[in-house]
């Protein structure tokens, strides 16, 4: 069975501060793997994706993460935040053919000035 | 940016109604589902659908809830006789082929009162 599991439920972070939300991922192939991001009542937008190649992969508004098999961890981080970024952050996985997308539960991100 | 649309944004009927949720899907993509997330949980799977059919459903989508695709740009979800438990955000998403990056729409909240 795939899952995720997101262990930070809630990060405070200052702006302009560095920032990692942790991702754990278990499937049985090898993983797609996605960061979306969702603003208060909107949806869930697309940070970033890996699926093969380069594991350090670059998405939009300046977030990167890091694919590491050996931990099954697909991290997500930025080198410094803004406080548009207060948002919630969802880890996601699936495979080639998988028809479905398994979500972690979330990091909700707090920025203080 | 092509992008999936959804109506309504916002929902509210009455228990025991029926409820059909729209979604316009990026117009290339073969592949579209629908997800849920109940407020302060995680997203969770509902449905696939490719060529005309439900391709995979998770064990919530029972048969209070079906799935159509009424003309070449479509796609609704049916929830049969609403209980107060289906109050959710509903998420369209689709994709262009199985496994490959799941974009998805603003959402629709339904309220079931």
């Known amino acids: 069975a795939q899952s995720v599991t997101q262990p930070d439920i809630h990060i405070t972070v200052s702006e302009g501060a560095s920032l990692e939300l942790r991702c754990n991922y278990s499937?049985?192939?090898?993983?797609?793997l996605f960061w979306y991001v969702q603003s208060p009542g909107q949806g869930l937008q697309l940070l970033l994706k890996?699926?093969?190649?380069?594991?350090l992969v670059q998405g939009i508004k300046g977030f990167e993460a890091e694919f590491k098999r050996s931990q099954s961890s697909f991290n997500l981080r930025k080198p410094s935040v803004h406080w548009s970024d207060a948002a919630e952050y969802f880890c996601?996985?699936?495979?080639?053919?998988?028809?479905?997308?398994?979500f972690g539960a979330g990091t909700t991100v707090t920025v203080r000035a | 940016e092509p992008e999936v649309t959804q109506t309504p944004s916002h929902q509210v009927t009455q228990m025991g109604q029926e409820v059909i949720l729209r979604c316009v899907p990026i117009?290339?993509?073969?592949?579209f589902y629908w997800y849920r997330q109940i407020l302060g949980q995680k997203v969770e799977f509902l449905v696939s659908?490719?060529?005309?059919?439900?391709?995979?459903k998770s064990e919530i989508f029972d048969d209070q809830f079906s799935v159509e695709r009424p003309d070449g740009s479509n796609f609704t979800l049916k929830i049969r006789s609403t209980k107060l438990e289906d109050s959710a955000m509903y998420f369209c998403?689709?994709?262009?082929?199985?496994?490959?990056?799941?974009?998805f729409g603003e959402g629709s909240w339904l309220t079931v009162v």
């Open positions: 890996y699926f093969s190649g380069d594991t």
């Open positions: 499937y049985g192939a090898t993983p797609y």
């Open positions: 998403a689709s994709s262009g082929t199985a496994g490959n990056t799941i974009y």
């Open positions: 117009s290339n993509h073969l592949y």
């Open positions: 659908f490719y060529n005309n059919e439900i391709s995979e």
């Open positions: 996601a996985v699936g495979g080639v053919a998988d028809y479905k997308l398994s």
